[in-house]
């Protein structure tokens, strides 16, 4: 039977929230509620144009990034073991490992991770209100450098660490291509 629109469409898996988790690697953050984290990186270009030919050329700067996490503070305690360990820019060492097992009832075996590295937290937020008495929090942290993997699933169902590789040989080969251009 034909769509109604006239399209087609490949089912290219499932997953499923109950069977998916996210990890700090180095820390215990079980209890610490996390919410959500936002993961921002970049790198800073300039064109430049040459004045005899009209070319056009990119410099590649340095890189930076940002994360952002809210969670709640709850009874266990544990945001202070995070604070201490990522809030003193004088011990800014190592790396943040964001752990993500998606997959349909924990089927698939597929695992991917985000690695910041030297990540150091420059801004906390605090908020409560008198409606439900959570005490809601905010980090902000930047990273100088940021590394993707994945393992792939056993099967094909599991698609989310194929599209985090994917993503991370994109943004390879673009950073492979800008670097060509540059001494091409």
């Known amino acids: ?5 006239g399209r087609t469409t490949t089912f290219g898996g499932g997953m499923s929230a109950d069977a998916t988790s996210i990890t700090f690697g180095g820390i215990n953050t079980v209890g610490m509620i996390v919410q959500g984290v ?12 040459a004045l005899e030919d ?9 890189t930076q990034g940002q994360a ?13 073991e995070f604070y201490s360990k990522y809030g003193n820019v004088c011990n800014v060492t190592g790396s943040l490992i964001l752990g993500m097992a998606p997959g349909c009832g924990g089927a698939g075996g597929a695992t991917s991770s985000i690695t910041l590295g030297n990540p150091v937290i420059n801004s906390l937020t605090v908020s409560i209100t008198s409606q ?16 993707l993997t994945s393992t ?12 985090i590789g994917a993503a991370a040989d994109a943004v390879r080969a673009g950073v492979s291509a800008v670097q060509a251009g540059l001494t091409g």
């Open 54 to 62: 009209g070319k056009a050329y990119y410099v590649a700067g340095r």
């Open 68 to 80: 952002e996490m809210q969670h709640v503070i709850g009874p266990a305690g544990l945001q202070t």
């Open 152 to 163: 792939a699933a056993t099967n094909e169902s599991n698609s989310l660490s194929g599209f």
């Open 38 to 49: 936002t993961i921002n990186y970049e790198q800073n270009i300039t064109r430049l144009y």
């Open 132 to 147: 439900d008495m959570i005490i809601n929090s905010g980090v902000r942290m930047m990273f100088s450098s940021l590394e």
């Open 1 to 5: 039977m034909a769509d109604v629109f």
